[in-house]
């Protein structure tokens, strides 16, 4: 039988796993599914022969490799910053390896020992950095190829709640890693290219330059910036383009309240809080207030960030019960950031019957024979369950089907690579249709800007 090494069996591998195991008996498969916890991976097993969970701890350097040198492919499922170390195993027992994540220095680094053994190492084919770069490239390359010259791309993403279960006012819930949430947007300015201009937005006022869209049977959207939009010039063979922009989707509404956290300084993550354990939510909110002898942490709050009191953003920071005097913060040595992210998981938490969406929308300009025109693409996804949500199918199945595309020989070409190939997106996107993954494009005017972006 041929052998898949999984490594990491979190809350995205759902899929993942699932997919791999029903191909099994058709592909001769056997699944090895690594992880320090295996509960997760034994309930998706469900006794199957196919395929079996082991106890790994990827800091174990012995098991790593044995578990490594016996596989055929590997699936690092891993955070980021673990796959070098598994990346170079693959090397030195010459084993084919997957990852959903972007490609880091470490990683870029192993390009010419991957090539001179053949060994493709696919990074960035999960959801963003993924299915965005194929389903791009796939409109891209066909525009291309009848001779049109592009002017504009912009892209968007979002990993937000279904509509059923949107049931508080930021109409926002957690539906991946918080810690991420949190800290969106942080570590230098999102820079972009509109119309040939360089555009450049700091922190401070990420979340106030936003931009509507709108997805038919869905309603209204926002989108932020994304830090870094240039980088994707090369990457896509669009060094020339007058406008290139990425941003993250919301629903219309949180952008300007979340503003409101980095206002005041909750979004921090570079300091720690003294005796943060026994700050009660009252109290960190407080820690960014001025002092008053008569007002209340309330009057402050609402007066230093100037919201009127029958203000609806108001309502959404009175939901998250910010201003609560008897629940303790409990963490110790926390950074802002990170009591932050506690007080929204006490709200923001997928319940059990919740499910997940996600909305991705590309815009593409360009023109042919003179005449202007755009392509809208847009994908929404909605989770089954919270096993197999919308985030474990968008980013897990592509690292299966690439999986397997590799593994049957039909993506050969070797080296450190993302998915931007027709050798490879076109396979892949393909099967996603099955799976309900599938792009709807539209003809729309041309107007070469977005008039609702600020």
Known sequence: MRKILVIGAGKSASNLITYLIEKSEQENLHITIGDLNIDHANTLINNNANATAITLDIFNDTDRKNAVKNADIVISMLPARFHVEVAKDCIAYEKHMVTASYISKEMQALD?????????????????????????????????????????FESFCGGLVAPESDTNLWNYKFTWNPRNVVLAGQGGAAKFIQEGKYKYIPYNRLFRRTEFLKVEGYGKFEAYANRDSLSYRSVYGLDDIPTLYRGTIRR????????????????????????????????????????????????????????????????????????????????????????????????????????????MYHKFGYELNGKKHQIDSKMVILGDDQTFTAMSKTVGLPVAIATLQILNGKIKTPGVQLPISKEVYTPILKELEDYGVIFKETEVPYLGYNPDRL
């Not at 053994?117 to 066909?142: R, Y």
């Not at 998250?320 to 938490?349: E, M, R």
């Open 252 to 359: 219309v509404g949180y952008s300007k309240a979340w503003n409101c956290f980095i206002t005041l300084g909750m979004t921090d993550d570079s300091y720690t809080i003294e005796d943060s354990e026994n700050m009660s939510y009252r109290d960190f909110v407080n820690s960014f207030l001025p002092y008053s002898p008569t007002d209340s942490v309330e009057l402050k709050f609402r007066h230093n960030l100037k919201i009127d009191q029958d203000d609806e953003i108001w309502d959404k920071f009175l939901e998250l019960d910010l201003f609560n005097a008897t629940k303790k913060v409990g963490l110790v040595n926390a950074t802002p950031a990170q009591i932050l992210q506690k007080i929204l998981q006490d709200s923001w938490t997928l319940q059990k019957d919740d499910k997940d969406m996600i909305v």
């Open 112 to 152: 010419a020992e991957a090539k001179a053994k053949g060994l493709v190492f696919m990074n960035e084919i999960g959801l963003d950095p993924g299915l965005d770069h194929m389903s791009a490239m796939q409109v891209i390359d066909s525009i291309h190829d009848k001779g049109g010259e592009m002017l504009l």
